[in-house]
C-alpha cells in the first residue's frame, strides 16, 4: 500500500469518530460589581440686585453664585458575565448531564462574549438661569427736561422754555430701588386686604385670589434680590471588575461643579473588595475529558470616602475564587 492509499484509509477510518464529537466552546464565570449612583445638583445663582437687598429691603442675602452635589442613594450590584481570558472547548460527549450541571449552577458559561449591557450616552450640559428673561421693571424711564427755543414774533426773536421728554436707562440701583417698591407695596397690600383696611370689598373665593396675586408679585420681584435655586438629579453607573491581587479600587469621585466622575482631584470614593476566606480548587488542569469551572470567593465589598464606610455588601466573586475541573466520563 502507497503512502497515499494509507492516508485516505486512516482519514476514512476517523470519519465517524469526528461525527460522533460534541464539541462545546465555554468561558469561565466572572463577577463585576455595579456601582449605581443618585445624587442632586443645586445650582445658586445670585440676583441681579443681591448687593441691594439689605439697603432697600432690610435683609441678607447671598450675592455669589455658588454649585454643590449632595448623594441621594448608593447602591452596590453584581453581574455575571464570561470571561473572555478564560475560554476553553471540550468535547462533552457521553457527559452531557454532568456539564449542564455545572452550566446551570453557574459556575461555567455558554457565552462565548462578554454581554455589554445598556449604554445610554447623555449630554447633560449644567443649568442656566437668565434673570434677564424676568422683565419686571421697564429698562428706561421717561424724565422732562426744560429746553429754550428762540420764537418769532411781531417785534423780534425772544426764547421761551419749552418742556421735552426723553428716555433715561435706568442704572441697576435704580431697578433695584423701584423692584424693593413694588415688594413692599405687594406685603402692604396683601396685609390691608387681609385685615379690611381697604375700600374695596373682598369675599370667599376673591379674597383668596387676591392674596395669591399678591404673593405671586411679591415672589416674582424678591426673586431679584434673594436669587434661585435649580436642582437637576444626576445618576450614573460603574462596573469595577475584581483582579487577583488588589483590594482598593477608585469608584467615582464626586464634583460640586461636574457632578458625578471619574477624573479629577473631586472627593474619591473607593470600593474595597476582601475575600472571607480561601478557597481552594482541585483536580488536574490538564486532565483529559475534564471540564474546567471556577468556585467563587464569597467577599465583603464597602464603599468608602475619607476613611468612613458608607455602603457594604456581601458578593460571590468569581474570578477571586479557585479552579477545579470535573472529568465527564
Known sequence: MNLKSFALVGLLAAVPALL??????????????????????????AGPY?????????????????????LQ?????????????????????GGEDRFMALSSQGL???????????????FDPQARYD???????????????????????????????????YE??????????????MVLKAREERFNITIGNTDATYSGEALGAAIKELERVEKEY??????????????????????PGTKKYLAFRLSDADGIVTEGSAMPYYLEVTPESVVEGGGARDAKNAVRYRIPAPCLVTLTADGHALAKARIPVFQLGAESTAPLK
Not at 464539541?23 to 456601582?35: C, D, E, M
Not at 420764537?151 to 419749552?162: E, F, G, K, L, Y
Not at 431679584?224 to 444626576?234: K, M, Y
Request: glycine share 2%; no cysteine.
Open 108 to 122: 461555567v458559561s455558554f457565552q462565548d462574549k462578554v454581554e455589554a449591557g445598556d449604554y445610554v450616552w447623555r
Open 222 to 243: 424678591l426673586r431679584l434680590f434673594v436669587g434661585r435655586t435649580l436642582r437637576r438629579p444626576l445618576k450614573e453607573s460603574f462596573d469595577i471588575i475584581p483582579q
Open 20 to 45: 460522533q464529537a460534541q464539541t462545546v466552546t465555554y468561558s469561565l464565570p466572572r463577577t463585576t460589581i455595579v456601582v449605581e449612583v443618585d445624587a442632586v445638583q443645586e445650582t445658586f445663582y
Open 73 to 93: 442613594e448608593i447602591r452596590i450590584l453584581s453581574r455575571l458575565e464570561a470571561d473572555p481570558a478564560a475560554r476553553y472547548s471540550v468535547d462533552i460527549r
Open 50 to 70: 443681591a448687593r441691594f437687598a439689605s439697603k432697600y429691603l432690610g435683609i441678607d442675602v447671598e450675592q455669589h453664585d455658588a454649585t454643590r452635589v449632595a
Open 131 to 165: 434673570f434677564a428673561s424676568e422683565r419686571v421693571t421697564a429698562p428706561t424711564r421717561t424724565e422732562l427736561r426744560t429746553v429754550w427755543k428762540e420764537v418769532q414774533t411781531d417785534t423780534a426773536m425772544v426764547q421761551v422754555p419749552v418742556e421735552e421728554s
Open 168 to 181: 433715561v436707562e435706568k442704572t441697576l440701583e435704580m431697578k433695584a430701588q423701584e423692584a424693593a417698591k
